[in-house]
């Protein structure tokens, strides 16, 4: 509110900026309830978020598990694998969709790049003057060599990225340009343009797995690395040394599938530990949190709760696979028991998890945290409906506060001047009455 000049008891000797201050914070009283009110609904938009947020990621957790889609009606959680290799020669890596199985093979080969060297003069001349062609597999191209000594050479042979890279050693035998190409026999290269013959030290050749006899049946896999990621779907293998009789397995990864059950009831045990939270009772300072009494969060935290107490028609209690609830209300999971049943009932847990335990808590977020339909999602936007109301009559209230303020400051500055007038005729007055006659004269 602004401020307007007063004259502050000059006449009457009351503070005046006083007792306006103390009549307008009166008539803001109004104003400072819309002002808590604000504030209270505040409170209350940012604990809908919280409790919005912790089940927006039980969605995400769930939805983990339930089918993406009519088309795809086996999410890809349920399909994780790993793979184990018989020998420290190969290491396997599975990915979603491996199939189970074991998959035996040889290495036979590893993948090499060519390495090719010429003894240069040091300080130069390297080339014979017109730069450098270098053909990598069926590709040539120029390279242009501004300084025409071993590492200026060097430099520019890197500078062109052709997948050959260059450096100079000082040896026994004199400075060595060293060429060194990328694996695999495609990458196989050759220079022309050097000053001093070149000579081929190692050749270009493929990594080579070998399944069964090639001559009966059998076949041979190449790989320009050591790398082979089409031997078995979905699985990568990586060789690091010839090997005979490598056995590889690949199975249903239930620790990854339990990692992914762990996420989903701690994100349930996060949700309802904000439901809990935000509408909490202190009965000894007898305050509740911003939530405390609201409908909406008690039926999600029912909800939640009933999911998993319910179990599935058809399958029973969710226990039978290590969830099931606590005496404080809240989820538990037994790891080794999940895995011990899936194991045993793959496709039943699969069932009973993604059509049973995990599309029930789906539902539940989805229903509250959906941006179009979501409980949750309308009782934020109504909060921030309602305070951008509060927020006008506010604004509202400024202009008749100001004009109030405005108001009383005249009234009170008139009533010291109308003071001064009277306490100036009570002084003419005295003075006139004094100047009369006496009676005794």
Not at 125 to 152: F, I, K, R, W
Request: glycine content about 10%; cysteine-free; overall charge neutral.
């Amino acid at each position: 509110m602004g401020s307007t000049t007063t004259v502050d008891g000059l006449v009457s000797g009351m503070n005046t900026s006083q007792v306006i201050s103390q009549l307008m914070q009166l008539a803001a009283q109004p104003q400072t309830n819309l002002k808590n009110a604000v504030t209270k609904e505040n409170a209350v938009i940012s604990a809908y978020q919280s409790v919005n947020s912790r089940l927006a990621a039980l969605q995400t957790a769930a939805e983990a598990f339930t089918p993406p889609s009519a088309l795809t009606p086996v999410n890809p959680t349920w399909q994780s694998a790993k793979a184990t290799s018989s020998s420290t020669a190969v290491t396997a890596t599975a990915s979603v969709g491996a199939p189970t199985g074991t998959f035996t093979f040889d290495v036979t080969a590893l993948a090499k790049g060519q390495i090719t060297t010429a003894n240069v003069a040091a300080a130069g001349p390297v080339t014979t003057g017109s730069g450098l062609d270098v053909t990598v597999g069926t590709t040539t191209t120029h390279v242009n060599v501004t300084t025409d000594t071993a590492q200026g050479t060097a430099d520019a042979i890197n500078a062109a990225k052709l997948g050959v890279t260059a450096s100079v050693l000082t040896t026994q035998q004199g400075t060595i340009l060293q060429l060194t190409g990328s694996t695999g026999a495609a990458n196989s290269f050759s220079v022309s343009g050097l000053a001093a013959a070149t000579t081929d030290i190692a050749t270009a050749a493929d990594a080579q797995i070998t399944v069964g006899n090639p001559a009966a049946g059998g076949y041979t896999l190449n790989s320009a690395t050591n790398t082979f990621g089409n031997a078995v779907p979905n699985v990568t293998l990586t060789v690091s040394q010839l090997a005979n009789g490598v056995s590889v397995t690949t199975s249903s990864d239930a620790d990854a599938i339990a990692d992914k059950m762990k996420s989903m009831i701690d994100a349930a045990n996060g949700a309802l530990s904000q439901i809990g939270a935000q509408s909490a009772y202190n009965a000894t300072a007898k305050s509740g949190g911003p939530l405390t009494g609201d409908f909406a969060v008690r039926q999600l935290q029912s909800d939640l709760l009933s999911a998993v107490s319910n179990g599935q028609t058809g399958y029973g209690s969710f226990k039978q696979f290590g969830v099931q609830l606590d005496g404080d209300g809240k989820l538990t999971f037994d790891r080794n028991a999940f895995i011990t049943a899936y194991n045993a009932d793959p496709a039943g847990v699969q069932k009973a998890v993604a059509t049973g335990l995990a599309t029930q808590l789906d539902t539940v977020a989805k229903s509250a945290t959906d941006p179009i339909t979501g409980n949750l999602t309308a009782a934020i936007n109504g909060g921030n409906s309602q305070i951008r109301s509060l927020n006008r009559q506010i604004a509202d209230w400024d202009v008749r506060l100001a004009a109030r303020q405005q108001a009383l400051q005249r009234q009170f500055t008139n009533l010291e001047l109308a003071l001064g007038k009277m306490k100036d005729q009570s002084n003419w007055l005295s003075g006139q009455i004094a100047g009369l006659p006496s009676a005794s004269s």
